[in-house]
């Protein structure tokens, strides 16, 4: 593969993108002609109220998903279906409790094919990323859920994506624990240079994570926004360009 393709592996292109469901006979829009393009590499982040259609929105990036109109290209080739280019992380990590933490990230690498020697070698480098290598033999029951997230995380990882997905990853964590994972995957979006596309309802977790923030919006016809987050990384959120950003956010939500 030549450099110039190398360069844009993972770049997401979504084009007039629509999707609707019926529920109880009633039709439903819940997306309507969303276009975007996510370069290689970069970080976005969705957000908007209830009912936006943020994580339908990543199910049918993930292939999860159908769309009634239009279409997902990553790297210029339309998605039809899940596919080894995409990792979703859920707000669950749904872990296998009877493996240990390293066999639950050596799991789908084996299901792939690879000999279980090397995908327990793949697998104990992406333990050691996350911070888990004390922790190998650990089964779920044993970890704290920051613990069993960072698992999540690395089992992502170790299948190589170019794009990682995530759906509100740290919505069930306490505050401090949060903040913790938000700063771990920073830095493993650093190190492991993926398209990161990240659904979550907390705004400072947005400004934090993200290169720009994808608005969509509730009401019918409504258009969807965009902000660039133009800080540098790592990023201070006491710093008063931060705070500034999040207010914005704040306002476009009438939160302030």
């Known amino acids: 593969m030549a450099l110039a393709e190398l360069a844009t592996r993972g770049e997401v292109t979504i084009r007039n993108l629509s999707k609707s469901f019926s529920i109880n006979g009633r039709h439903l829009n819940v997306l309507q002609a969303v276009n975007n393009q996510i ?4 970080s976005l982040a969705i957000v908007g109220a209830s009912g936006s259609g943020k994580t339908t929105l990543l199910r049918v990036l993930a292939g999860l998903e159908e769309a009634d109109r239009g279409e997902v290209l990553i790297d210029g080739q339309p998605v039809h279906g899940v596919g080894t280019d995409r990792a979703v992380i859920f707000q669950e990590p749904r872990l296998l409790p009877w493996l240990s933490v390293l066999d639950n990230v050596a799991f789908p690498l084996e299901n792939r094919g ?17 911070g888990l290598g004390d922790f190998t ?20 990882l170790a299948v190589k994506p170019e794009i990682l997905l995530l759906d509100e990853p740290f919505g069930a964590l306490d505050a401090m624990t949060k903040i913790t994972m938000q700063e771990e995957l920073a830095r493993i979006w650093r190190e492991e240079k993926v398209t990161m ?12 994570l993200a290169d720009r923030v994808l608005i969509l919006a509730k009401e019918k016809g409504g258009r969807t926004r ?6 540098p990384r790592p990023r201070n959120r006491s710093e008063a360009r931060f705070v500034k950003f999040r207010e914005q956010l704040l306002n476009e939500f009438g939160l302030h």
Do not use: C, F, N
Request: net charge negative; no cysteine; glycine share 6%.
């Open 39 to 42: 370069r290689a590499g970069e």
């Open 114 to 130: 690879l000999r279980k020697a090397e995908a327990r070698d793949r697998a104990r480098h992406y333990v050691e990323l996350v």
């Open 137 to 156: 033999e650990a089964l779920p029951a044993q970890l704290s859920g920051g613990m069993a997230q960072r698992v999540g995380i690395a089992r992502a």
């Open 197 to 208: 596309i990240l659904v979550t309802h907390d705004l400072e977790e947005a400004v934090y």
């Open 226 to 231: 965009e902000i660039d987050i133009d800080l």
